[in-house]
């Protein structure tokens, strides 16, 4: 598939990119798959509009751009293993992804990104937001960046994936058929706080409020005050941007420079996405 009339529109937020001149139903080529790695390490996150693609053409794109890691705690796509369903019921409360977070950090290996597809959409709300890794970090002080050069902070599953409640316990109505596997729940790993982006050489915040614990060597209490700074300060809106969802679209977001969350505003109504997470590499300061 040629890629001439392939072009990134940069939104008027924080971060991501509109591709346009792509149609992602066809056979997307290897050199295709390439040119969309190099934007997404530019801009953090690519948003499509008007495709219709299957989940055999949704895998096939993200073997383009870097192989499929396929979530343990998800339910999956009925057929398709790699492909994870993220999805909320008209009578559940809340919405998986609520909280600002990053996609696996928590391996040994995090993931490059994730590719979403829009399925069934509310009449209104369920936006997602994302937020720009390295314009958080460029913001920084000197003297904080200097601080923060060279630390490394614990992530896990332990604390999210392993306390949600299975069939028969309290609360478990709101996630069974959604997540599970809590006894898979036992990866922990310790990556930089500030990484080296595999893509742009770009220097972006490691940590997020969905997975991070604790700097290595601190404790739970040292480690707080500067990290919910540090959450504090990437929230900011000028280094977000807010995506609104509509039939057709496609959000590509690369895990290693930015956070997302999901908005839980349309309660009463279904919600249905397809996520694949693409597998990425060990990262480095």
């Not at 599970?180 to 940590?207: E, F, T």
């Not at 609104?244 to 969350?261: V, Y």
Request: aromatic letters at 10%.
């Amino acid at each position: 598939m040629g890629t001439s009339s392939l072009n990134f529109r940069a939104t008027k937020g924080g971060l991501g990119a509109f591709v346009e001149g792509v149609d992602l139903s066809a056979d997307v080529s290897n050199s295709l798959g390439q040119e969309l790695r190099q934007g997404l390490g530019e801009y953090g996150v690519l948003f499509f509009r008007d495709q219709d693609i299957s989940p055999e053409q949704h895998i096939g794109f993200a073997e383009r751009v870097g192989g499929v890691d396929i979530n343990r705690f998800f339910q999956p796509v009925a057929e398709h293993p790699q492909i994870a369903e993220v999805r909320k019921e008209p009578e559940q409360k809340m919405a998986v992804g609520e909280r600002w977070h990053t996609d696996h950090s928590y391996d040994l290996e995090p993931a490059l990104g994730s590719i979403l597809v829009a399925r069934e959409l509310p009449s209104r709300g369920g936006d997602t937001i994302f937020a720009n890794m390295y314009a958080a970090y460029e913001a920084l002080s000197d003297g904080l960046k200097a601080t923060l050069e060279g630390m490394q902070a614990e992530h896990s599953t332990r604390h999210n994936f392993a306390k949600v409640p299975k069939a028969g316990e309290p609360g478990a109505s709101e996630y069974v058929g959604r997540l599970g596997n809590q006894d898979l729940a036992v990866q922990d790993s310790v990556h930089p706080v500030v990484i080296k982006h595999p893509i742009s050489g770009r220097k972006a915040l490691y940590v997020n409020a969905g997975f991070t614990t604790r700097f290595a060597g601190w404790t739970d209490a040292e480690s707080k005050p500067l990290l919910d700074y540090l959450y504090a300060h990437a929230a900011q809106p000028e280094f977000t941007y807010r995506f609104e969802w509509e039939p057709g679209s496609i959000a590509f977001w690369d895990n290693r420079a930015t956070w997302h969350k999901a908005l839980n505003d349309y309660h009463g109504e279904r919600r249905l996405m397809h996520r694949i997470t693409v597998r990425g590499e060990g990262l480095s300061a």
